[in-house]
């Protein structure tokens, strides 16, 4: 199918059914994910994956978590993101522990097991990140801790994939020392966005800009930054989300909000959210209905009490800790990128990759369907 036609019809399904969503009062995001479902193969079959789709896809994604870094608080951020790290610690213990326990029942191989069980470790926030910000909750105490839960959980995801490939001796004949350099690299990369902080804000200090040029140079730095990230193996939402908390400290943070946004809602970030919904293979559900449907129920139930138990300890109240647990249950698009390079790379077979694609998208649906109403229910519990 033309290209044209195809950005078409992905936009025009994300207007329509993120509009029928809003109408029923559920997250626009589910419905523009179902409507990347009517759209794909497991329905009308009119989209499949192309490089166009993937590519604004991952512009969307990045754009949508560059606002997020825009409009974060640097000081606050600072402060939670101590109990955003034990988030992310009991958020990937009890999935990978659970999951790979109940692949093994299912007489998945130890290596087949282990990787479902990493996949499973990752969460995808740009998806809370879309119900927060529609909600005006992403600027709360839980949104911050839930924003730095995530970066915690990219990076301490990546690291269980490193380590993971030399000790399960399978895959691209990656070593203990490919996984240490990577590490050493991720490190190098954290450094060098302090480094970036420092220049940007003296850049900005010594010369005249213009709000067009700064916008032009502040996009070029997201996708140097997420670009960057990806080099190094961590997540590109991490390059984009510190590329906006960098330039959250300028004068331009308003005028970035507003231009930014206009621009990724025009295109790239419903292509991202119907591009999820693109990936669903029905048939994945058919062939393995009952360990799709409990990988689905331990992938969303893992991740909630995983991050609910670390907000506790880090002594967050029960209301916040409850949508702290909801925020973090998303895999999205994070999910799906660990799948393909599990498949590639031999750790799954084809026969459980389509189950896998499965679960990833059905979690991503139903994470927006549960914190929507865990937001309200906090709200009025705090107006009592």
């Not at 995001?29 to 009119?46: E, Y």
């Not at 995801?157 to 399978?170: E, Q, T």
């Not at 991202?272 to 129920?297: A, D, E, P, Q, R």
């Not at 790379?345 to 499965?358: D, E, K």
Request: with cysteine; charged share 10%; glycine share 10%.
């Amino acid at each position: 199918m033309d290209y044209l036609i195809a950005l078409f019809l992905m936009i025009a399904f994300a207007k329509f059914f993120g509009m029928f969503a809003a109408k029923i009062h559920i997250p626009e995001v589910v419905g523009q994910i179902i409507g990347g479902v009517i759209l794909g193969p497991s329905a009308l079959g009119l989209i499949h994956r192309q490089n166009i789709v993937i590519a604004l896809a991952g512009l969307g994604v990045v754009l949508l978590m560059f606002g997020a870094g825009l409009t974060c608080d640097v000081d606050r951020l600072k402060k939670y993101f101590g109990p955003g790290i034990i988030v992310a610690l009991f958020g990937v213990i009890l999935p990978v522990g659970s999951i790979y326990l109940v692949c093994r029942y299912f007489q998945l191989s130890i290596i087949e097991s282990a990787f479902i069980g990493i996949v499973f470790a990752a969460t995808s926030v740009s998806i809370s990140v879309a119900v927060l910000e529609e909600m005006k909750e992403l600027s709360s105490s839980a949104g911050i801790t839930i924003l730095a839960a995530a970066v915690a959980d990219d990076i301490i995801s990546i690291v269980l994939l490193s380590v993971s490939i030399p000790i399960l001796g399978v895959g691209r004949g990656h070593g203990n020392s490919d996984a240490l350099f990577l590490i050493i690299l991720q490190v190098v990369f954290f450094l060098f966005l302090w480094i970036c902080y420092k220049i940007v804000l003296l850049l900005y200090k010594i010369f005249e800009i213009s709000p067009e040029n700064a916008v032009i140079s502040s996009f070029l730095l997201c996708l140097f930054l997420a670009g960057t990230a990806e080099m190094v193996k961590l997540s590109a939402v991490t390059g984009a989300f510190f590329a906006g908390l960098i330039l959250s400290q300028t004068k331009f943070k308003k005028v970035l909000m507003t231009r930014l946004k206009d621009f990724g809602s025009l295109l790239p970030i419903p292509v991202f959210f119907v591009s999820i919904g693109i990936n669903m293979h029905l048939n994945g559900i058919y062939k393995h209905f009952l360990l799709f449907l409990i990988l689905t129920l331990l992938a969303v139930g893992t991740k909630f009490f995983g991050a609910f138990i670390g907000a506790k300890i880090s002594r967050i109240d029960f209301a916040n800790s409850v949508e702290i647990g909801a925020g973090m249950i998303s895999r999205g698009e994070v999910g799906i990128v660990i799948a393909q390079a599990g498949l590639g790379s031999h750790f799954i077979s084809t026969s459980y990759y389509s189950t896998l694609i499965a679960v990833i998208v059905v979690t991503t649906i139903l994470a927006p369907l549960i914190l929507k109403p865990i937001v309200l229910w906090k709200r009025r519990r705090e107006s009592v």
